[in-house]
């Protein structure tokens, strides 16, 4: 079992319960655990040992943005996030940032 601080596991926690086909914001998931951080949110899921498990590629940036993935914010990983979302279900606008219903 990794070694996880009781924030991680907050924060691992509150992502678990995002469906399959709908997304969070750093800042939402910050809010829920109550923190005032997206940041510190996003550390945690940089470190984030228990993918797919704890669906991490389903929190994006607050203007509907990817964000970041596996501590990258362009390039493969992002490439990745998106097309793992996609098959979700989830629905992008032509800027790219996800559409939220």
Not at 35 to 43: S, Y
């Amino acid at each position: 079992m990794p070694k996880i601080t009781p924030f991680q596991q907050r924060v691992y926690d509150a992502v678990s319960q995002i469906p399959r086909g709908s997304v969070a914001t750093y800042g939402e998931i910050a809010e829920q655990i109550g923190c005032r951080c997206a940041q510190a949110v996003g550390q945690a899921l940089r470190k984030n040992p228990f993918a797919p498990v704890v669906p991490c590629h389903r929190v994006v940036a607050s203007d509907g943005s990817i964000g970041g993935f596996y501590g990258q914010t362009e390039g493969p990983e992002i490439q990745r996030k998106r097309m793992m979302l996609e098959e979700e279900g989830v629905k992008f606008d032509e800027k790219g940032r996800v559409v939220r219903d």
